[in-house]
């Protein structure tokens, strides 16, 4: 059995976790957690395909595989044979056939579990676990990804040509794989191009532009630790009255202002927030506060401290309804949508179906969702009219309009530079989407290259609001009593995705007249600048007449826009 569970992943993840589960696993839920933290040696030896009681054995098998293997031609026969193991505890239960998966990591839930292999159907169905690990290995077998010195940025599918999706039909072979890979090894970003099925690299491009690839949480959270550790911040906090337990600092894209020049180092840069007395920290930022920290060489490059300006007040700032002290409104009573007889779509693998529409839905992780083939039937002629080919967020756009140097550089690109889908959040059944949801898990990619599941990242559901699609009634001057009342549903396609301090709901709206809809909805909480007044007339007379939005006693709203495009 091809076993793709790495003695690397093993080690990283699995040894010594006693909270670890399997899903469809056929033997108990701690076997393989068991197996593998029992001995590094015997999993050593399993890996190479044989019971590691038969060290002879292992060699000459080894061996052998590896001259067989080399005179027919198979590329990587290293690959093949180092990833080769045997599960004791799945031979006696006689389910070897459920093992074809690889190991995948659940975000955010504090556990890893075994999820069986989900085989592509549609040539945009996005990669499997089993051909994302396929791909990393390919990638370490040709020294382009190096544990410990490389840094995967994105590992995706690479679209067929356009032509080719649209001449193939369901019954058809599925052209042929191939794996998108953005990777940095020592400063160097890499594009490269798998082929899944031969295990080959077809193409390897060093890329040389000013762009960076996307921001990565590990980066975030080095440059915080890298920041809170420098001496310059540590004094300036001091000066404030602060001590490290009560701060959180953050690290935000630094923006690209053309400065004539191609600046090749990866940086952010850092603010930092008051924890003290909130859960909302974004509402107590100590300005003047600013430090920029190289990532790879992990270190602060510049620092700067304009001078204290007071914290904000703790109080009323914790959003949680548990910590309101009131009045509030009179509490309503629950709401919900019944379908006594089901749900009246219907999803096989990434493909929907509801009424007259069919599309292919896939989580993405720069744009959350993305939207292919949606084609409606036209029931005169009785064939698919192809609506829209490819959908999906391009960008979401968002500059501060502040020219302060703690401010200026505030202009996120929130798909591009963090993305939608790699910061997306499970969703909540109930609350987030509605009683009749069906869920869809999303396949992302680790900085390491391995597999990782945001579970319930898309909701899928049918929208009744009250709406009227279309009505008529006959006037009572044709003393008919006609009446045509034909209510308004709709099919929606919802993720939400966290990026800071903002929440953005997304929802792809399908209607039965053959509309689509995108609504996008903002929440979450503001990103605030700290202030010296508490009145907003103080304060405009400070910035020379120039209005600012003060929302509460040391406390500006900025002014900003989130532009989004499709």
């Not at 544990?147 to 067929?160: F, H, K």
């Not at 004094?235 to 009255?241: D, M, W, Y």
């Amino acid at each position: 059995v091809e076993c793709l569970l790495t003695y690397e992943a093993a080690t990283d993840h699995l040894h010594g976790c006693r909270d670890c589960h399997c899903l469809g696993f056929p033997a108990t839920t701690d076997s393989l957690p068991a197996l593998l933290s029992s001995s590094p040696a015997c999993f050593a030896s399993a890996r190479m395909g044989v019971h590691p009681s038969s060290p002879l054995v292992i060699v000459i098998l080894v061996f052998g595989l590896h001259a067989w293997i080399s005179s027919m031609g198979i590329p990587y026969p290293r690959l093949l044979i180092r990833r080769l193991c045997v599960h004791q505890a799945a031979a006696a239960a006689g389910r070897l056939e459920k093992l074809f998966c690889p190991l995948v990591f659940e975000k955010g839930a504090g556990k890893h579990r075994l999820q069986e292999e989900v085989r592509p159907e549609h040539p945009l169905d996005p990669l499997t676990p089993l051909e994302i690990s396929r791909a990393r290995l390919v990638l370490e077998d040709a020294f382009l990804y190096v544990e410990g010195q490389s840094v995967v940025y994105n590992l995706e599918l690479l679209e067929p040509e356009k032509q080719v999706v649209l001449d193939w039909v369901p019954g058809l072979p599925l052209p042929p794989r191939k794996a998108f890979v953005v990777v940095k090894t020592s400063g160097v970003v890499r594009k490269i191009v798998i082929d899944l099925g031969s295990a080959s690299v077809v193409s390897d491009d060093v890329y040389l532009g000013p762009a960076q690839p996307r921001t990565l949480y590990e980066e975030m959270e080095m440059a915080s630790e890298v920041a809170m550790q420098y001496p310059g911040l540590i004094q300036s906090l001091k000066a404030r009255g602060l001590g490290m337990e009560e701060v959180f600092c953050l690290g935000f894209s630094p923006g690209w202002f053309n400065m004539g020049r191609v600046e090749r180092r990866r940086m952010l840069k850092v603010s930092c927030y008051c924890m003290n007395g909130t859960t909302n920290f974004y509402m107590r930022p100590i300005e003047g506060i600013l430090a920029v920290v190289d990532i790879e060489k992990r270190e602060v490059i510049w620092y700067e401290d304009t001078g204290e300006v007071p914290l904000a007040r703790a109080e009323g700032t914790d959003y949680r309804l548990s910590t309101q002290s009131g009045p509030f409104q009179e509490k309503l009573r629950p709401i919900s949508l019944e379908q006594p007889k089901g749900r009246s779509f219907t999803i096989v693998g990434n493909v929907v179906k509801w009424g007259n529409w069919e599309m292919h839905v896939a989580p993405h992780y720069r744009s959350g969702v993305m939207i292919s083939q949606a084609s409606y039937l036209d029931l005169d002629s009785n064939t698919k009219r192809n609506v829209l080919y490819r959908g999906f967020a391009s960008e979401l756009f968002v500059p501060y309009m502040d020219p302060a140097d703690g401010w200026y550089f505030r202009t996120y690109m929130d798909a591009g530079e963090y993305g939608m889908g790699a910061f997306a959040m499970p969703l909540d059944p109930l609350n987030d989407c509605p009683r009749n949801a069906a869920f869809m898990d999303g396949v992302l990619v680790d900085s390491k290259g391995h597999p990782t599941i945001t579970p319930r990242m898309i909701c899928i559901f049918e929208k009744y609001s009250g709406d009227v699609s279309w009505r008529h009634s006959e006037s009572p001057m044709t003393d008919f009593s006609y009446r045509e009342i034909r209510p308004k549903v709709t099919l929606v396609i919802r993720i939400a995705s966290t990026v800071g301090n903002y929440d953005y709901l997304l929802d792809w709206e399908f209607q039965n007249d053959g509309l689509i809809r995108v609504e996008v909805g903002l929440s979450g909480v503001l990103m605030v600048k700290g202030s010296r007044f508490d009145r907003v007339e103080d304060e405009t007379k400070s910035e020379n007449g120039v209005t600012v939005a003060m929302v509460a006693p040391r406390t500006i709203g900025v002014m900003h826009d989130h532009f989004i495009t499709f």
